[in-house]
């Protein structure tokens, strides 16, 4: 079935290291995409979203890459921080009213 | 900045008990959503809401089940009859009419059904 997933379950960086997340997602008419952050007792807080007519797009200090061709989706965070730390997730979605499918999650863990 | 806010933060019920999770979206939202997320597991849909009635909803969201907007500004996640396994954080979300399909999620209520 239908279903967006992610690569990595925990990913360990140093402090000041750029990190990458991936996700892969298996709809190949999937037209949007969402990035999430959750901290520990928060709910999913948006960093950034892409579509698919599009294959980067950079936020601040976030870039997210979309290769279509092999259904793949990877969020960047550059000169990682602590307050990075969290659980990152991959969600795709589509035209405004439409449910977010979830991946499963990544956490990062940033040390210092 | 306005927030998604929701309450209790936590509800300890007995299972067989009925429940009520209250959400007070962002206020020029037009999109209303129920996800769930199971200790450890993924988010889950449960249901969208558009202009007063459900959209869509998924599997999980059973007779069970039900949602109300009563006054134009809260809205609720009502579970007749609880069962163990519908312990579970209970995330509401909103969206508006902009770009993109971008939900803004409140902290959670987190359900315990003993």
């Known amino acids: 079935g239908e279903s967006v997933g992610l690569h990595l379950p925990t990913l360990s960086v140093q402090e000041g290291d750029n990190s990458i997340i991936n996700c892969a997602y298996s709809?190949?008419?999937?037209?949007?995409f969402i990035w999430y952050k959750q901290e520990s007792g928060k709910g999913p807080q948006f960093i950034i979203d892409i579509r698919s007519n599009m294959d980067k797009r950079q936020g601040q200090r976030v870039t997210v890459l979309l290769n279509k061709t092999v259904k793949h989706l990877s969020l960047q965070i550059a000169a990682t921080q602590p307050g990075d730390s969290a659980v990152y997730f991959c969600?795709?979605?589509?035209?405004?009213?439409?449910?977010?499918?979830f991946g499963g999650g990544t956490r990062v863990l940033v040390k210092p | 900045e306005p927030e998604v806010t929701q309450t209790p933060s936590h509800q300890v019920t007995q299972m067989g008990q009925e429940v009520i999770l209250r959400c007070v979206p962002i206020s020029n939202h037009l999109y209303f959503y129920w996800y769930r997320q199971i200790l450890g597991q993924k988010v889950e849909f449960l249901v969208s809401f558009y202009n007063n009635e459900i959209s869509e909803k998924s599997e999980i969201f059973d007779d069970q089940f039900s949602v109300e907007r009563p006054d134009g500004s809260n809205f609720t996640l009502k579970i007749r009859s609880t069962k163990l396994e519908d312990s579970a954080m209970y995330f509401c979300a909103g969206e508006n009419r902009g770009r993109g399909n971008i939900q803004y999620f409140g902290a959670g209520t987190r359900l315990s059904v003993l």
């Open positions: 709809n190949s008419a999937s037209d949007y």
């Open positions: 969600a795709e979605g589509g035209a405004a009213g439409n449910k977010l499918t």
